[in-house]
Each structure stands twice: as structure tokens, then as C-alpha cells.
T-cell receptor, first 111, second 117 residues
């Protein structure tokens, strides 16, 4: 089983749609979880950290289910500018900062 | 300010050249990283510096040589590269290499796009 797995997509959605991405991780000792966004030919940028209690930032909601070892990202009211690749990222305590990246899920929001 | 600055933005080099990539951060972060990213792939970790000491080398070929002159700077020296080394090279930093939560959020520079001819 891959360490971090994501559906590569692409997800093609119309503006205003709600879209959800899921990610699973294999290491039960993982401690920190993030969603990064990467635009074409740009660097990854932190979208949000993911906490056990779930967290929301505007149109974005992240959830963590430790028992099932999955992380989700929900985007409401999609904008054209949300088009990007979304990377699920996991870090294990004591791993010397070794982030484990999923392969990314590509989102394309159409007018 | 969460800025990590990388230079140059683009680099074209021949297989016999020697060049260096530079990375700088002034956030007081104690961990710095080099990643390599090929098209349509996630970043791959190359090196980790923790408190200015090399703590992880992910079996990277010796033609890549990292250097951390001080806590704010990270270099990657390149020599005798191969065309397959062409990629986006990303530098990142985090407050703490092993802390949990916000302390190990990694902030990435814009990268150096390297082409080896």
C-alpha cells in the first residue's frame, strides 16, 4: 500500500459546484496532515493544516479520520481560480521533517 | 512573512558545467530542505538540514552536493549532471524539523527550473 494515496482525477466541475477530495495514509503513527495547492509550474503552497477536530477556512473544509486513516478536503462554491493540483501531505513525528506527498488530485473548474 | 527565496529561477547547464542553486529564508526556521520535482509528479525529498547539519540524504547521487553556510542559507552544488536531472528544484524551510503541527509546516520557494543539455 502506498504511503499516501489520492485519486489523481482530473475532477472537472462547473463554477459554483461543491467538490470533495479524499486521501488515505498508511502510517498510523502520522502526526501532522496538510493540504497543499500547486498551480502549474509553480511551487506547492500550504492551503490548510488538518486537525482532528476538523477545520474550516472560508470555502474550504478539511477533515481527519484517524481511525480510518483518511483526510478529506471539501471546496464549496468553486471558483475558476481554484483550478490547481491539490496535494495531500502527511508528516510523522520524529521523521526529521520528511513530508510524504500524495501524487495530487487535479481540479479543473470550468465557467 | 513566509518567504523562501530561490535563485536563479531558471538555469540551463551542460553536463560538464558546475553550478549552484541558492536558497534563503529569514523566518528563523531551523530546518531546510531540497526537493526535486519532475513534471506531473509530487516533490521528492533530496536532503534535510536540521540546525545547519545534514540530517537526511535520500540516497542522492554525489553529483548533487548540499551546503548550509548558516541558518538562513542553503546551497545545492551541481556538477556533471545528466539530462535526466532536468527538473524543478524546490527549497523549503520549517520552524522545527520534528515538532508537531504548525512547527513542521514547510514553506516552499518558487523553485529553480533546471535544464541539463
Amino acid at each position: 500500500r502506498k504511503e499516501v494515496e489520492q485519486d489523481p482525477g482530473p475532477f472537472n466541475v462547473p463554477e459554483g459546484a461543491t467538490v470533495a477530495f479524499n486521501c488515505t495514509y498508511s502510517n498510523s503513527a502520522s502526526q501532522s496532515f496538510f493540504w497543499y495547492r500547486q498551480d502549474c509550474r509553480k511551487e506547492p503552497k500550504l492551503l490548510m493544516s488538518v486537525y482532528s477536530s476538523g477545520n474550516e477556512d472560508g470555502r474550504f473544509t478539511a477533515q481527519l479520520n484517524r481511525a480510518s486513516q483518511y483526510i478529506s478536503l471539501l471546496i464549496r462554491d468553486s471558483k475558476l481560480s481554484d483550478s490547481a493540483t491539490y496535494l495531500c501531505v502527511v508528516n510523522s513525528r520524529g521523521s526529521q521533517g520528511n513530508l510524504i506527498f500524495g501524487k495530487g488530485t487535479k481540479l479543473s473548474v470550468k465557467p | 512573512d513566509t518567504e523562501v527565496t530561490q535563485t536563479p529561477k531558471h538555469l540551463v547547464m551542460g553536463m560538464t558545467n558546475k553550478k549552484s542553486l541558492k536558497c534563503e529564508q529569514h523566518m528563523g526556521h531551523r530546518a531546510m530542505y531540497w526537493y526535486k520535482q519532475k513534471a506531473k509528479k509530487p516533490p521528492e525529498l533530496m536532503f534535510v538540514y536540521s540546525y545547519e547539519k545534514l540530517s537526511i540524504n535520500e540516497s542522492v547521487p554525489s553529483r548533487f552536493s548540499p551546503e548550509c553556510p548558516n541558518s538562513s542559507l542553503l546551497n545545492l552544488h551541481l556538477h556533471a549532471l545528466q539530462p535526466e536531472d532536468s527538473a524543478l528544484y524546490l527549497c523549503a524551510s520549517s520552524q522545527d524539523p520534528v515538532g508537531a503541527g504548525a512547527k513542521n509546516i514547510q514553506y516552499f520557494g518558487a523553485g529553480t527550473r533546471l535544464s541539463v543539455l
